[in-house]
């Protein structure tokens, strides 16, 4: 700021000179001085209206909140992790069959292949560390960094992350939270820099190979893990919402947008009664219970469609 | 040459405008982030992996629709800046019902929520116009698991 003061300084006492020869020079400066100002107001107190007027965010800032909005809707997708510790609870027991394999990673070339797959292979990530197995989970981050690397987000999954992730690697709980941290650095980084379509993406791929885990768990009989299934039935509204609003093309992406609305239209069969009961608030415990009941219905002949189509939705991205 | 030299300076100066302008969104996310793990004993919030940010102004509010698995507990953590009460945020059920208001609790910067049974919800988020006119609001969910 004090480098600003005393460039206007020097200007407006060179007046000597003829006005027309500094007036670029004046007019640059005030506004670097005035935008300054507003930058460094970041943290304005309620409402001050001081002598520049009220506080203004530069458009870019504006522009990118924007990101995944629609109509004034932000898209909200459960994370595969959650998945993972669901069907865990459920009492099903690891398969390292379900995983896509880490050499695939070098097969992708498309951006929608390789945003797609990061997806993936988080939420791979996520299962076999849930399942404690460090050895898997440890391997899965070569191909997380490469494709981290290829979306423009390696900086989430830097080297600092892999000492955190193998000084840690016996802690479940750490890991979880690196993961996690990771995901949220570089889906923040997508969104800020007008890449949300890389950001949605990747919250697809996440989202298709935590179903495609739940479909089999699920074919083996296991009945919490099928009602889990038909609970995704909004969130998948939402990521279908959220894939028409990204402005992007490409036959890859067409082809997976399409079998997602194929995939709507199967869960529209899941049936839902919902019935409200009051919550219940505790305040020192800054906890409320929300108490309302909701029962998905799902037919085995649906159950056995949706994991067709999840099947095939999954072997778009990974083939 | 002189005046190139200025006029790099100046470009320099703006683009730090610029980026100390986007810090300041990011450092709203790391005050919600630290939200996230506020006073948990035998437990954590994983977060969901998503940063819900938007520029609001006077009355805007922004909302978005989210599943709350049943048997889970959820935590939601707002920020607009180093004040705790900036952000009013408000959760609805399917048929708009109000089941919380962080606004009857001092807007308090977060909250938890235990979900019986799993749940569609609208949470909407706005700037408590008496604390703050404008500015970036990010919201934040984590999913809490119990610490081996």
């Known amino acids: ?319 | 040459m002189k005046l190139s030299a200025k006029i790099i300076s100046i470009a320099l100066l703006f683009s730090g405008v610029v980026s100390n302008a986007q810090v300041t969104c990011d450092s709203i996310a790391g005050i919600a982030g630290n939200y996230l793990n506020k006073g948990t004993e035998n437990s954590i919030y994983i977060s969901d992996g998503q940063v819900y940010r938007a520029f609001l102004q006077d009355d805007e509010s922004a909302e978005f629709s989210t599943t709350f698995f049943g048997g889970s507990t959820y935590r939601i953590a707002v920020s607009a800046g180093q004040r705790e009460d900036y952000v009013i945020f408000d959760v609805l059920d399917e048929q708009d019902m109000l089941l919380f208001t962080n606004a009857d609790q001092g807007n308090a910067p977060y909250w938890d929520f235990k979900v019986t049974n799993t749940i569609q919800c609208k949470v909407q988020t706005r700037l408590d116009p008496n604390k703050k006119s404008s500015g970036c609001a990010i919201l934040l969910i984590g999913f809490e698991k119990k610490t081996n």
Request: with cysteine.
């Open chain 1, 1 to 319: 700021m004090s480098v600003i003061f005393y460039y206007l300084r020097r200007l407006f006492k060179a007046n000597k000179k003829p006005f027309m020869k500094h007036r670029f020079e004046q007019i640059m400066l005030s506004t670097v001085l005035v935008l300054t100002l507003l930058g460094s107001c970041e943290e304005p107190e309620p409402i001050v209206e001081g002598p520049l007027g009220p506080v203004r965010v530069p458009v870019e800032i504006i522009e990118n909140s924007k990101q995944f909005d629609l109509n004034g809707q932000i898209f909200s997708i459960p994370s595969p992790v959650q998945t993972a510790i669901l069907i865990k609870e459920s009492g099903a027991d690891f398969n390292e069959g379900l995983l896509n394999p880490k050499e695939q990673a070098d097969e992708y070339s498309t951006m929608f292949q390789k945003a797609t797959n990061l997806g993936v292979y988080g939420a791979d990530l996520g299962y076999a560390t849930i399942y404690e197995n460090t050895n898997i989970s440890l391997d899965y981050l070569t191909p997380v960094r490469k494709l981290a690397s290829e979306v423009g987000v390696e900086n989430a999954f830097n080297e600092d992350l892999i000492e955190r992730f193998s000084a840690n690697s016996t802690n479940q709980d750490s890991i979880l939270v690196f993961i996690s941290e990771a995901y949220q650095s570089a889906d923040n980084y997508l969104k800020t820099n007008d890449k949300s379509y890389q950001a949605g993406l990747i919250l697809a791929g996440g989202w298709i190979e935590a179903l495609h885990f739940s479909c089999m768990v699920a074919k083996n009989g296991n009945e919490d893990v099928k009602f889990r299934i038909g609970e995704q039935k909004s969130t998948l509204k939402s990521l279908v919402a959220l894939l028409h609003s990204l402005d992007v093309n490409g036959d890859d992406y067409e082809e997976f947008v399409i079998g997602m609305e194929e995939l709507y239209a199967s869960f529209d069969q899941v049936s839902s009664t919902y019935t409200y009961r009051e919550p219940l608030t505790y305040p020192g415990d800054k906890l409320t219970v929300i108490n309302s009941t909701n029962e998905v219905d799902i037919s085995d002949e649906v159950l056995e469609i949706i994991s067709v189509q999840v099947a095939d939705l999954r072997e778009l991205i990974i083939q």
